[in-house]
């Protein structure tokens, strides 16, 4: 299990680059700064939240891992 603060991190780096990508594809569709910047806030905000509950819950499934939190 992670802790709360890693998921945090993990959660804002991805979005960000989500943010960033959200707002060139706004802007690309809507021709609009203003548009583009909205729709990919609003993105952003619900996935981040959507992600970290992912997160949160998927570390508490212990299927799946293997023994002694190895990752191979």
């Known amino acids: 299990m ?3 603060a890693r998921t945090w991190v993990k959660a ?3 979005q960000s680059l989500g943010l960033v990508t959200m707002t060139l594809l706004g ?3 809507t021709g609009s700064v ?3 910047g909205t729709l990919a806030l609003a993105s ?3 996935g981040l939240c959507t992600y970290v509950l992912y ?3 998927w570390a ?3 299927w799946g891992r293997l ?3 190895s990752q191979s």
């Open 60 to 62: 508490r499934i212990g």
């Open 44 to 46: 952003t905000a619900l």
């Open 12 to 14: 804002i780096g991805w």
């Open 67 to 69: 023994p002694g939190g």
């Open 2 to 4: 992670e802790t709360r």
């Open 55 to 57: 997160e949160r819950l």
């Open 27 to 29: 802007v690309l569709f």
């Open 34 to 36: 203003s548009a583009g």
